[in-house]
């Protein structure tokens, strides 16, 4: 069963940073929110105008 954004976000974030308390966590979500929301550059290739999706779905992510 392929799971919807928000939970594939959610244990990229629990992957990612989950022992590193809230800090930690944030962090990996700021990173992933800023990646999806830049107009320019390399990511604005790759994240189809802020799909949260496209960018953690990357080949090398």
Do not use: K
């Amino acid at each position: 069963m392929p799971f919807d954004t928000r939970e594939l976000f959610a244990r990229l974030i629990q992957c990612e940073a989950g022992g590193e308390g809230d800090d930690g966590m944030r962090a990996v979500a700021t990173v992933v929110m800023n990646r999806a929301t830049v107009t320019d550059g390399e990511f604005s290739r790759i994240n189809n105008g802020g799909d949260v999706r496209a960018v953690i779905t990357q080949p090398g992510h």
